[in-house]
């Protein structure tokens, strides 16, 4: 691929700029600070009764809680105000649809919801649904803004009912997020140093081998999980509020109904998944990782799920990146092995992915004494995929883009 003038004005782009266009941070990655965001005081009871998520399901009170709201107020046009309303309400109709696990499950979620949560997601240019944004992205806050981004300094300002690992899981993510910032700096460095009339080696080298350091840190953090989540609580107690609805999947195999909206006729939902981060799909896009077949389908369609921003960040790298082409051209020794080592580190964090996959969700789902009132995602991750199968053909993809010596 050739540099096109598209791409020539996305890399004279300043830092800010990039920053203030895509929704993204050099300090923070794809994490969107939300902590100090306040909502118009019409949105009160929703914050209220999204804060006493776990207290309202244990007590099967959520239903007839959210059925007493008045969803009919006025959409706000702040984006982070956006993305606090769509955390607040999609935590709301995860505990309204999941109560009872996958027993007496709602068909339709009420006008209350439906309404203000579809313009909202639309707005923001986002499914109505429990997704990545929401649960991960905009959902922490510091106890100290002045001491390291690290565990026990991050807290999640929402979380499903599954006590203490259910805000463990979302931290964990959180934090993983964080630790990705170095590579957007990385990535666009590498883009401009690989860009026709602008090559050098040494400086394309340099930002490269940025990128494998930056893979080991989000490695680290993500095996901090079994810290505070155990693969038994997972399975059983948190895995139910991240999911979707429909694809024939029961309960709700045709979809949901949003009571009011899309000629209440059912919509079908992916759940919460990390496929839903930007972070490896940007990789994917700025160094020319392909995926094929149904691998292919099913990351396109979740980018339906990431921030509009986002999602148009990964589409330009995507569009414009030389790195490959470059690299596959470039006789240069170390730039080829540079490159291969952010291959080879974007295949140990997907070979991670499958360890714990497999920990918390295959080994669970074989015990005896496992729930039964989840076993629609017995044998599907919350993105309504097959799992394991999925995330060996995406690392197979990974692998096979390799560069050997001509």
């Known amino acids: 691929m050739l540099i096109s003038g598209a791409s020539s004005e996305f890399l004279k782009l300043?830092?800010?700029q990039i920053e203030e266009k895509y929704l993204v941070s050099w300090k923070n990655g794809f994490l969107v600070d939300c902590s100090q965001v306040n909502l118009p005081i019409c949105w009160s009871p929703f914050e209220q009764a999204a804060k006493q998520l776990t207290e309202h399901v244990e007590k099967k009170s959520i239903r007839e809680t959210v059925l007493k709201l008045n969803g009919d107020h006025d959409?706000?046009?702040?984006?982070?105000?956006?993305?606090?309303?769509?955390k607040i309400l999609t935590f709301l109709t995860s505990g309204y649809i999941w109560q009872d696990g996958e027993e007496d499950v709602p068909k339709e979620l009420p006008w209350c919801l439906s309404k203000p949560l579809t313009r909202v997601s639309d707005a923001l240019g986002v499914q109505p649904i429990l997704s990545y944004p929401s649960m991960i992205l905009g959902n922490w806050k510091m106890k100290n803004v002045d001491k390291p981004f690290e565990f026990g300094?991050?807290?999640?300002?929402y979380w499903t009912p599954g006590g203490d690992g259910a805000e463990w899981f979302i931290v964990t993510h959180v934090i993983i997020e964080q630790r990705f910032a170095p590579a957007l700096d990385a990535i666009?460095?590498?883009?401009?140093?690989?860009?026709?009339?602008?090559e050098d080696n040494a400086k394309l080298v340099e930002a490269l081998r940025n990128i494998p350091k930056v893979m080991s840190e989000m490695m680290y953090t993500f095996t901090k999980i079994n810290d505070g989540v155990q693969p038994e609580h997972f399975y059983d107690e948190?895995?139910?509020?991240?999911s979707g609805w429909g694809n024939g999947r029961n309960p709700l195999p045709d979809g949901l109904i949003y009571k009011g909206v899309y000629?209440?006729?059912p919509k079908t939902m992916k759940g919460g998944s990390a496929a839903q981060s930007t972070t490896l799909q940007l990789l994917d896009a700025a160094l020319g990782i392909k995926h094929e077949g149904d691998q292919k389908n099913f990351l396109d369609e979740v980018r339906d799920y990431m921030m509009k921003e986002h999602r148009d960040f990964c589409d330009v790298v995507e569009e414009n990146s030389n790195i490959r082409k470059y690299v596959d051209q470039c006789e240069n020794d170390d730039?080829?092995?540079?490159?291969n080592k952010c291959i080879d580190a974007i295949r140990n964090f997907r070979n991670l992915h499958m360890k714990k996959v497999d920990q918390y969700i295959k080994r669970p789902s074989q015990r005896n004494d496992r729930r039964q009132a989840v076993e629609g995602l017995k044998d599907t991750g919350t993105g309504s995929t097959p799992y394991l199968e999925f995330?060996?053909?995406?690392?197979e993809d990974t692998k096979n883009c390799t560069l050997t010596k001509k």
């Not at 666009?188 to 602008?198: I, L």
């Not at 730039?335 to 490159?339: D, F, H, N």
């Not at 995330?391 to 690392?395: D, E, F, I």
């Open 188 to 198: 666009v460095e590498a883009m401009k140093h690989s860009s026709p009339g602008s």
């Open 75 to 86: 959409i706000p046009k702040e984006k982070r105000q956006q993305l606090v309303l769509h």
């Open 391 to 395: 995330l060996k053909r995406v690392n």
């Open 335 to 339: 730039v080829q092995l540079a490159y």
């Open 263 to 265: 000629g209440d006729k």
């Open 153 to 157: 300094n991050v807290n999640a300002m």
């Open 238 to 242: 948190l895995r139910i509020f991240y």
């Open 14 to 16: 300043t830092q800010e």
